[in-house]
Nanobody, 126 residues
Framework: QVELVESGGGLVQAGGSLSLSCAAS????????MGWFRQAPVKERDFVAA????????SYADSVKGRFTISRDNAKNTVYLQMNSLKPEDTAVYYC???????????????????WGQGTQVTVSS
């Protein structure tokens, strides 16, 4: 069992930056692939970024490439999402997720993840 707790959300102006963190419980954090998803009101939950167990492989949605960076620190059981050049369309609840499967195949599919955090709100004003 893995518990995930996100933090770092808030209100920022367009063009600004925010850094999200996701702290995980459990001794097996380093064996999980980790992902970030987001969900805006009346929209589906969309993939944002993912990182494999070692941090050596990452994947990003086209809409955030070049602006967002995902990373992890296995010693701290934490995964991060650095968000730069934020846009109003980035406004959403951001969720952290963990996946037992080691492979990065279908890493952008929400149903492939086993554990989810409760989410943190990110609001970007224009």
């Amino acid at each position: 069992q893995v518990e995930l707790v996100e933090s770092g959300g808030g209100l920022v102006q367009a063009g600004g930056s925010l850094s999200l963190s996701c702290a995980a419980s459990g001794r097996t954090f380093s064996s999980y692939a980790m992902g970030w998803f987001r969900q805006a009101p009346v929209k589906e939950r969309d993939f944002v970024a993912a990182v494999n167990w070692s941090g050596g492989s990452t994947s990003y949605a086209d809409s955030v490439k070049g602006r967002f960076t995902i990373s992890r620190d296995n010693a701290k059981n934490t995964v991060y999402l650095q968000m730069n050049s934020l846009k109003p369309e980035d406004t959403a609840v951001y969720y952290c997720a963990a996946r037992r499967k080691i492979s990065m195949v279908r890493i952008s599919v929400a149903n492939e993840y086993d554990y989810w955090g409760q989410g943190t709100q990110v609001t970007v004003s224009s």
